[in-house]
T-cell receptor, first 112, second 116 residues
Framework: QKEVEQNSGPLSVPEGAIASLNCTYS??????FFWYRQYSGKSPELIMF????GDKEDGRFTAQLNKASQYVSLLIRDSQPSDSATYLC????????????FGTGTKLQVIP | GAVVSQHPSWVICKSGTSVKIECRSL??????MFWYRQFPKQSLMLMAT?????????EQGVEKDKFLINHASLTLSTLTVTSAHPEDSSFYIC????????????FGPGTRLTVL
């Protein structure tokens, strides 16, 4: 079982719609959860992080965490073509060590 | 977030040569930096954790004698790919660990290495 799992996609949504990206993780003791956006040929860019159960909103982005289900998601409202990218879910391992594990990413395509 | 630079942004070299990649933290002192490698259409794979003033910690399967890491100052870590071969061609990305509780990492722009 992979430590961090994401559907590779592509996930296609029309412009203006809500894009929902999902991620599951295996380490129940994981503490922090991150969403990175990576454009083709570029390095990842941190969008959001969350560490408590529930929702965290930042502009058009909402991260949702459910530790009981070991599930974290990212919602993008009013999707724009510029949101088209690969979204990487990352999980900080338990035990205080500062390493994070990345999922393989979900490719999002926003159709104009 | 932290600002991280990498140099060079791309490099092409002949098989058997060594290549040095620099990673600089521009706006804060980074005691910890990470080096990742990403092959096309694959996710980031952590190669090693670089700690200022001490030896790097390598992930399982990463040859420490092939991928030399030096973190001699709080703003600079270097990765040297020794005796590079075509299979080492990849996108190498460094990141710094922002101080705080949540382990946010901020990435450099990456270095694309092509070994002929």
């Amino acid at each position: 079982q992979k430590e961090v799992e994401q559907n590779s996609g592509p996930l296609s949504v029309p412009e203006g719609a809500i894009a929902s990206l999902n991620c599951t993780y295996s380490d129940r003791g994981s503490q922090s959860f991150f969403w990175y956006r990576q454009y083709s040929g570029k390095s990842p860019e941190l969008i959001m992080f969350i560490y408590s159960n529930g929702d965290k909103e930042d502009g058009r982005f909402t991260a949702q965490l459910n530790k009981a289900s070991q599930y974290v998601s990212l919602l993008i409202r009013d999707s724009q073509p510029s949101d088209s990218a690969t979204y990487l879910c990352a999980v900080s391992n338990s035990g205080g060590y500062q390493k994070v594990t990345f999922g393989t990413g979900t490719k999002l395509q926003v159709i104009p | 977030g932290a600002v991280v630079s990498q140099h060079p942004s791309w490099v092409i070299c002949k098989s058997g040569t060594s290549v040095k990649i620099e990673c600089r933290s521009l706006d804060f002192q980074a005691t910890t930096m990470f080096w990742y490698r990403q092959f096309p259409k694959q996710s980031l794979m952590l190669m090693a954790t670089s700690n200022e003033g001490s030896k790097a910690t390598y992930e399982q399967g990463v040859e420490k004698d092939k991928f030399l890491i030096n973190h001699a100052s709080l703003t600079l870590s270097t990765l040297t790919v020794t005796s590079a071969h075509p299979e080492d061609s990849s996108f190498y990305i460094c990141s710094t660990l922002m101080g705080g509780s949540y382990n946010e990492q901020f990435f450099g722009p990456g270095t694309r290495l092509t070994v002929l």
